[in-house]
């Protein structure tokens, strides 16, 4: 099966005893066992449920990885891959990751004594300078949040086992139907489901794949003794939500180069980051390594924090507010949101400056869109660019 049929059909068709179309939710915490050390492949909820291994199995097939854990947030998937770790181990991680992994790396470095170092890594050979002796890991996120950064997951895992080390990459920003790390040498990829994945907005849930059978094991059997699945209503929903994964990533695609476009046309914006645009610097790359550009726009307004507050508090469908991958369009601030909790320094120094507002381009009709992000930003009266709005959207 391809891709897009795996989307629809792995994990579903479970249902025995009555056949039902869609995967049912076995909300239960506990089963029945046949006899003394004898069950039919579940005892505790906390250790595995067939809702949720359905859709482990779903993900799984999507990544092309042996196994997949389903957990309650994405930070979760995080925390549980760190686990994979001990005190003393090294890990290089690129430079302008996701604001929740820098903070939950930093509290296990001061509490449990893991040893994390940040690196550019579009700089192939700054990595290779800021490898150690313990290093056992490459953290990986491409594109990056929220300038978009792309960096060579092949070039970096390559890298990374030519010193012993995994390559693990969150693949949140794109997901499988976009970008495929495992078969760029990946090892490990973690999910936010409560992203593309889901895409509904209306779930918080994370994966970790695994591409070997050694890891597995292991997985499995952190998954239970952190106690970090996610419940059973929350792996169908998820379920649910990636059926329509295919058409979903199509439509944010489009519209979020048309909305690329638009804002690159525009007399008040200074910067606009999109790998799919032939002036983003890693578009090359981009084109190599991904299927598409996904759905995330990131952009600087012309002046200073001012101007970036007038436009965020003044657009009509998109909403202010975190997060992204939902079919509705969202509107943010990293340096006052999302990245709030990421150490100043190295937000300065990762480029995320009070300039820069991030787009979740949703599903809506594209002219909408683009009307929104016009008025919002006609800061200065007089100076509106009405005129490309419909001309934008016709171009794509
Ligand atoms: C949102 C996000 C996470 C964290 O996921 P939660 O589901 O919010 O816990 C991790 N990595 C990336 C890239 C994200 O966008």
Not at 39 to 62: H, V
Not at 102 to 117: D, P, V
Not at 194 to 208: F, P, Q, R
Not at 226 to 232: F, I, K, R, T, Y
Request: proline share 4%; hydrophobic share 35%.
């Amino acid at each position: 099966m391809r891709l897009q049929t795996k989307t629809v059909h792995t994990g579903v068709d479970k249902d025995s005893a009555f056949n039902s179309v869609i995967t049912p939710i076995y909300q239960t915490s506990t089963f029945r066992f046949e006899n003394i050390g004898q069950t039919k492949g579940f005892d505790y909820t906390r250790s595995g449920n067939p809702t949720r291994r359905a859709l482990e199995e779903n993900i799984a097939a999507l990544e092309g990885g042996v196994s997949a854990a389903a957990v309650a947030t994405g930070m979760a998937a995080i925390t549980l891959v760190l686990h994979f770790f001990k005190t003393g181990d090294h890990i290089l991680c690129t430079h302008d990751c996701y604001g929740g992994t820098e903070r939950l790396l930093r509290t296990y470095r001061e509490q449990f004594g893991l040893e994390i170092s940040y690196v550019d890594m579009r700089d192939l050979s700054s990595v290779q300078d800021a490898i150690q002796p313990n290093t056992k890991a490459f953290w990986i996120e491409t594109p990056s949040n929220p300038l978009l950064n792309i960096v060579d997951i092949r070039e970096l895992s390559r890298i990374a086992h030519r010193n012993g080390a995994l390559s693990i990459v969150d693949n949140t920003f794109l997901s499988p139907f976009n970008q495929r790390p495992f078969e760029l040498g990946a090892d490990i990829i973690v999910h936010s489901t409560t992203k593309y994945l889901n895409g509904h907005s209306d779930v918080v849930g994370g994966a970790v794949v695994v591409k070997h059978q050694e890891h597995a094991q292991r997985l499995q059997f952190l998954t239970n003794a952190l106690g970090q699945g996610a419940s059973p209503f929350d792996c169908w929903l998820v379920l649910r939500g990636i059926k329509t994964l295919a058409p979903r990533m199509r439509e944010h695609e489009r519209n979020a180069k048309a909305v690329a476009e638009f804002l690159s046309s525009h007399s008040h914006v200074r910067k606009v980051y999109y790998p799919g645009l032939e002036s983003h610097p890693h578009h090359e790359l981009a084109k190599r390594q991904q299927s598409g550009f996904g759905g995330m726009v990131s952009f600087e307004v012309d002046g200073g924090i001012e101007e970036a507050k007038q436009v965020l508090s003044s657009t009509r469908i998109f909403a202010l507010a975190e997060s992204l991958g939902g079919v509705e369009s969202l509107i943010e601030h990293p340096a006052t949101m999302s990245h709030a909790s990421m150490n100043p320094d190295l937000r300065e120094k990762a480029g995320i400056n009070d300039r820069v507002i991030r787009l979740s381009v949703g599903i809506e009709d594209p002219n909408d869109l683009i009307e929104d992000l016009d008025q919002a930003l006609a800061f200065q009266p007089g100076t509106r660019s009405r005129a490309r709005t419909s001309k934008a959207v016709a171009e794509c």
